[in-house]
């Protein structure tokens, strides 16, 4: 009887909506473009760069979040925003757009000795200012004291150093006459279409003018009028797709035809990889981001973007911080996106030059467990992060926690067994591994002085692992 009262109970919960229902499936009509996640060679180089630098550059960086002697301490590219600036006023910041210190040989050297493979820069923020000399409006580069096309020069130069170029856009534009937040009459629909002509115009100009351009960065597609046109964003998508193959767009671009952004109805990703985290992480033992590739933007102060004189406002991360992000961003089969906002002179700050040498000085020698790797499969211990190289044999041990104990716990799924360990700085020196029991280990390095975050390798063998296991039996 008591069984029979408990059947129901559990079926009954069945029924109720909402509750152990397995969700219908919608039919999405303008979801996911392509298989995820992609296989084809660009896709491949952009999982394996990992690092990148990302660039906020445009009409903000002149006024660096003052204005009129008051300095607001919000986002520097919300500026206009906070001051409550008139749009005309703003827009004549660009007379002063002369950018004498402009040099994007001298950046992409930065950028290289950063260590970073790829760099994503704004070519229109929301201010809807255009880096580059656009047939589509006046409101653009070739229109500034500057007048040259700075983004031609800044691809070339970092591609002459080896890195790959991907355009941030932003849909949201506060220069453009037809941008709604929401469409609610047939003014707003008509306004918003020429937004949206003007919008495909630029990205196919942007994706022509530069063959060399990997990816596509889409932002300010929060907003209602953008979620409410996802036929739009998908057949646009398809159109730069066709136009430039291989290139690679981040989830923010899509809403599907029911309003759902970055992952359409139905849950599936959207775009090529997953760009939600913004200023933040996903939890460190989160293995499910691990089955997608995804990417972290990160500010260095807490948020500032574009340019800000006074960053005495907020924390500024340390070199120290942003490694252990990236490491962890590597370790979940992620890219870390790291912003630097160049001045309005042209100049590069000394605070992110800084930050820029120390990461780099990081990088030289222990790179070999960021680029190329990822996700490793290993239970997080809390000295750090695992990386798998692309060696399978090797696993990296990136320590940022050094355990008081001065023993390294690692647990191998069955089946596998620690061969040796070594520092990556002197791989011809073993460390004492002590078996505890089959598959689980301590790795004893003989001293543990490091004062920065440091590399132990593991090489981890499958074959002899029967024997160790016969061996515990015994
Ligand atoms: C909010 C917001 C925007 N998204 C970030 C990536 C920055 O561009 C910021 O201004």
């Not at 040259?148 to 150093?161: G, I, Q, S």
């Not at 037809?178 to 020429?194: M, Q």
């Not at 300010?220 to 159109?239: I, R």
Request: aromatic share 14%; with cysteine.
């Amino acid at each position: 009887m008591r069984n029979l009262f408990f059947c129901l109970l559990i079926l009954s919960l069945f029924t109720i909506p909402g509750f152990a229902q397995p969700k219908e499936k919608k039919d999405v009509k303008y979801g996911q473009l392509n298989e995820l996640p992609r296989q084809d060679e660009a896709m491949k180089k952009w999982r394996s760069n990992r690092f990148g630098q990302f660039i906020h550059w445009g009409l903000y960086a002149i006024p660096g979040g003052v204005w009129k002697g008051k300095t607001y301490n919000y986002a520097a590219e919300f500026l206009k925003s906070s001051a409550k600036i008139p749009t005309s006023t703003w827009d004549s910041l660009r007379f002063q757009f002369d950018l004498p210190k402009y040099n994007p040989v001298e950046w992409a050297a930065i950028a290289k000795n950063m260590g970073v493979k790829y760099v994503t820069i704004t070519t229109k923020h929301h201010e809807g200012f255009c880096m580059w000399p656009s047939q589509y409006t006046d409101f653009d580069i070739e229109n500034t004291p500057y007048g040259k096309d700075l983004l031609r020069e800044f691809v070339d130069a970092y591609t002459a150093a080896g890195i790959d170029v991907n355009f941030y856009y932003s849909v949201l534009d506060w220069h453009h006459t037809g941008w709604r937040y929401d469409i609610k009459n047939e003014e707003d629909r008509v306004a918003f279409e020429s937004l949206k002509e003007y919008t495909k115009n630029q990205l196919v100009e942007l994706v022509t003018r530069y063959p060399e351009v990997k990816g596509l960065w889409f932002d300010g597609t929060w907003d209602a009028s953008w979620k409410k046109n996802g036929q739009f964003s998908y057949e646009l998508e398809k159109l730069l797709k066709e136009k430039r193959p291989g290139l690679i767009v981040n989830s923010r671009m899509r809403a599907d035809e029911y309003g759902s952004r970055h992952f359409d109805s139905n849950g599936v990703l959207m775009g090529d990889y997953e760009s939600g985290y913004e200023r933040r992480l996903p939890d460190a033992w989160d293995t499910k981001v691990t089955t997608r590739d995804w990417e972290c933007c990160m500010t260095i102060p807490e948020n500032q973007w574009g340019y800000h004189k006074d960053w005495s406002i907020s924390h500024v991360k340390t070199p120290e911080e942003l490694i252990e992000m990236m490491v962890q961003c590597t370790s979940q089969n992620g890219n870390f996106l790291l912003n630097f906002g160049p001045m309005g002179n042209g100049d590069i700050r000394m605070e992110e030059r800084n930050i820029a040498k120390a990461i780099g000085q990081w990088m030289k020698p222990n790179s070999e467990a960021i680029y190329n790797c990822g996700y490793a499969g290993l239970k997080k211990q809390d000295w750090g992060y695992f990386t798998q190289s692309p060696d399978p044999s090797k696993v990296n041990m990136v320590v940022f926690s050094q355990p008081i104990s001065g023993k390294y716990r690692v647990t191998l799924p069955k089946g596998k067994t620690i061969k040796k360990a070594y520092l990556l700085s002197s791989p011809d020196k073993n460390l004492k591994i002590e078996e505890i029991s089959p598959n689980d280990y301590f790795i004893c390095p003989e001293k543990s002085i490091n004062k920065q975050a440091y590399v132990i390798v593991l090489e981890i063998s499958s074959e002899d692992s029967k024997k160790t296991f016969q061996k515990a039996l015994t």
